[in-house]
């Protein structure tokens, strides 16, 4: 090789070389790009809870960290629906209207005069207890549970007047969403723990943005008698066996409302040991809680309570420093929906200029001029 061709080979290995040093030096001294903190989506940036939430799952989910570790098969959260996953504002409370609508606008042949008086009757500040819900009960008389499951996803596709461009099943906090979706993707089990009726609240969760989060078999709400389509009558389900083809219905009768203290017996017969996360947002939920962050719970616990403080984007009238102090002495920790909550619902949501107004009762009105939502 002549040395001209030497040189060259040289020059070129040379410069080769000082690219390749170049590239080297480049990717070491560049800004490294890191993934954003768990919880930033719809969470704000300096939220103490977001903070507490990410710390802690941190703690539960590294084997080396002795005294916070939790193995994933106790690694159970559990959460409400209604105000605590979703807004529960009236006329957005999904299962109420789907109540009101059933009996006024889309059945109103299938249920009594005295139905619909209560469905007429309902209007802000009302209570969602178990009297409400044994009405509820009687409406769906007769339904197959796969009826009540389809008419609770039709239902969800009605828009609510409280709010802008929001059908009911849009009304799911996008906070709590990415929520749900971080402690699954850290292997826990979660869990709907709501007051709502379990065949409603399962349609709910199933078409719902934590669909892929919750199984039905994860889900625990209030429970209406079932039985056996032509046994009905029939006291003792030991009597007869389930055939091919049969179906099973619902035969207006009440079994037990899944608030106040029925959520942590709930969660005891169903799950079978103590969750290490709750989340809630009122005092039907705290027992659940309780049960939650009770001493004897061999792991660390912690629960929370979402504080409906945000008038703006929402109807929330919570008064957040009063509930802060409440929640704090109980050993929650409370969430403000105002400062915690950088998004709350898509985009082209908004807040309607009026939360409520009197209406006429749609089908019902042919029936009885009497039946109005509101007086």
């Known amino acids: 090789m002549a040395n001209s061709e030497r040189r060259t080979v040289t020059i070129c290995f040379i410069v080769l070389a000082a690219v390749v040093l170049i590239a080297i030096i480049a990717a070491l001294t560049a800004p490294k790009r890191t993934e954003p903190a768990p919880l930033s989506e719809y969470w704000a940036s300096d939220s103490t809870v977001a903070e507490k939430l990410r710390n802690y799952v941190t703690g539960v989910t590294d084997p080396s960290d002795a005294a916070n570790f939790v ?31 059933f009996c006024l606008n889309d059945h109103p042949e299938r249920v009594s005069d005295e139905l619909k008086q209560v469905a007429a009757s309902i209007k802000p500040g009302y209570t969602a207890d178990e009297n409400l819900a044994r009405n509820f009960a009687k409406a769906y008389a007769g339904m197959t549970v796969n009826e009540l499951y389809d008419y609770a996803v039709q239902f969800g596709q009605k828009k609510t007047e409280s709010f802008n461009n929001m059908r009911y099943i849009d009304n799911f906090y996008l906070p709590m969403v990415e929520l749900v979706k971080y402690l699954y993707e850290n292997e826990f089990t979660i869990y709907v723990i709501s007051g709502t009726e379990r065949t409603t609240t399962r349609a709910i969760i199933a078409n719902s943005p934590i669909r892929d989060y919750v199984t039905p078999n994860h889900v625990i709400g209030t429970d209406f008698e079932v039985k056996q389509k032509g046994h009905e009558e029939e006291s003792s389900n030991m009597d007869f066996k389930y055939e091919n083809g049969d179906e099973l219905v619902l035969t207006g009768g009440f079994i037990q409302k899944n608030l106040n203290a029925n959520k942590s017996i709930y969660v005891e017969r169903e799950i079978g040991q103590r969750p290490v996360l709750a989340f809630g947002n009122s005092g039907s939920d705290t027992s659940m809680m309780n049960y939650t962050i009770d001493e004897r719970n061999k792991y660390p616990a912690e629960a929370y309570m979402i504080v409906a403080d945000d008038n703006v984007r929402e109807w929330g009238a919570q008064d957040f420093a009063k509930k802060s102090l409440e929640y704090s002495a109980k050993g929650y920790t409370p969430v403000s929906m105002k400062n915690d909550f950088a ?18 009762a749609g089908a019902a009105a042919a029936i009885t001029d009497s039946f109005r939502i509101a007086s």
């Open 71 to 101: 193995p994933v098969k106790d690694r159970i959260a559990v959460f409400d629906m209604d105000g605590t996953l979703t807004c529960e504002t009236y006329y957005t409370y999904y299962d109420t209207m789907m109540f009101i609508e």
């Open 343 to 360: 998004k709350i619902y898509e985009d082209g949501i908004t807040k309607a200029a009026e939360q409520y107004r009197p209406r006429e």
